[in-house]
């Protein structure tokens, strides 16, 4: 058998430990990648992998060891000219000849991180965050009363698509009748050839070109305005990002849809997916509606939307009793870091009255801490306030279909029916 045959059995002890490789798409898929990880946690959690489809890379897998390269942005940095913060130098680069560098402040280091982060921070503040509830519950309510009772649907299309793609379209004031080109460019972002998103690196090229013609007009809409709210205006006027390149522009509007739509749309479907595989918490929750908001740290940690995040040692260092050497790749593995039984107690089991719920990775920490958390937080509790407003269940009818990535952990499809 090959190694990747031997992987896909789902049995992390088949392989020589020097020969698994947590990056192939196809565990997560198959949501195999756990055994794989426990294994890499219990004997080398700071793993050597010398050959994979992204080369040889670093996977760091215990919660402690996440905290220690995600906090060091000094030894570990996310820059886009070393491969940024993905395990596929691809995804960074476009492939190939057809490459498409798009920078963003999350590929950056200090200063210039810090700068463009500021420009668009204001959109997360805890007063405009206030008033954003209103309109999020209303849009909410709105789409959970359209949806059939008694009959299956999908989940992943009418709930958490179209629900985290309105909230899109409000922050960047985006025409609300083209809001699904956002999912489209979100899926295309993090995708490559293979996956079922795109089918080569020219056409990921060719449509993320289509967006960046988009947002090139909303930008000259909005620089020649008053400023507002918005993302793509808060943009346009900051001074640290007002000159920014055409690439630079397209690849922080990249960033901020990814994070806006991939995560929360991943966390919405996985908290159904929870809830019906621990149906003993689904009963403690209608009993007690007031464990929505330690729910939803729950299940943001449950879930883990964004599997991994890679930085690039930009000097020789130690981790783990291990070597590491300037140039290497170092993949956080966020999934295996919430799983970890020395951090977390029974971390594997979906409980959403944990003492302490925000406990897990999901975020990232350090100066690359998610920007938008508590929107996401947010909107999550507002949808299963309004859930339990109206349902008694709702209830899993198959399996769902994962997506093909080692970065977005998420569901293509997710079959349910709603009970009154």
Avoid at 115 to 124: F, G, H, L, N, T
Avoid at 291 to 308: D, G, N
Avoid at 351 to 378: K, T, W, Y
Wanted: aromatic share 8%; charged share 25%.
């Amino acid at each position: 058998m090959t190694t990747d045959t031997l992987q896909r059995t789902g049995d992390p002890d088949a392989l020589p430990l020097d020969k698994i490789d947590v990056s192939n798409p196809e565990l997560f898929e198959h949501d195999l990648a756990g055994a794989y990880f426990r294994r890499l946690r219990r004997e080398d959690p700071v793993h050597y992998c010398a050959e994979s489809a992204y080369g040889p890379y670093w996977s760091i897998t215990r919660y402690n060891d996440i905290m220690a390269v995600d906090t060091n942005h000094q030894v570990f940095s996310s820059e886009a000219g070393l491969g940024g913060i993905v395990i596929d130098d691809n995804i960074q680069k476009g492939g190939g000849d057809e490459g498409l560098d798009l920078p963003n402040f999350i590929a950056m280091d200090p200063p210039r991180h810090d700068e463009q982060r500021k420009a668009v921070s204001p959109i997360v503040a805890p007063a405009n965050l206030a008033r954003m509830e209103e309109t999020i519950r209303g849009r909410t309510a709105g789409i959970l009363d359209s949806l059939p009772v008694g009959e299956t649907f999908d989940w992943v299309d009418r709930v958490s698509i179209e629900l985290t793609t309105q909230m899109l379209a409000t922050l960047f004031d985006f025409p609300f009748d083209d809001r699904r080109k956002l999912t489209r460019w979100s899926d295309v972002t993090t995708a490559e050839p293979g996956g079922g998103i795109i089918d080569s690196w020219s056409q990921r090229r060719s449509e993320l070109m289509d967006c960046a013609l988009y947002f090139q007009n909303l930008w000259n809409e909005r620089v020649n305005a008053d400023p507002k709210s918005d993302l793509i205006s808060m943009l346009a006027h900051s001074p640290a990002t007002r000159h920014m390149t055409p690439e630079e522009y397209l690849g922080n509007v990249l960033l901020l849809i990814v994070g806006g739509n991939d995560t929360t749309r991943n966390s919405m479907s996985g908290g159904v997916v929870a809830l019906n595989c621990f149906p003993g918490e689904y009963e403690k929750l209608r009993r007690n509606p007031d464990l929505i908001e330690s729910m939803v740290s729950e299940i943001i940690r449950w879930q883990t939307p964004l599997a991994h995040m890679r930085r690039t040692a930009i000097a020789d260092t130690e981790l783990g009793g291990k070597k590491i050497r300037k140039g290497d790749k170092v993949v956080m593995w966020y999934f295996s870091g919430n799983r970890d039984d020395e951090v977390i107690e029974r971390p594997d089991d979906f409980i959403i009255d944990r003492a302490r719920p925000r406990q897990h990775l999901s975020f990232g920490f350090g100066i690359h801490r998610c920007v938008g958390n508590r929107l996401a937080e947010m909107q999550l509790r507002i949808l299963w306030e309004e859930i339990m407003a109206r349902f008694s269940n709702v209830e899993m009818m198959a399996e769902p279909t994962r997506v093909r990535s080692n970065f977005v952990r998420g569901y293509a499809s997710l079959p349910v029916r709603l009970h009154a």
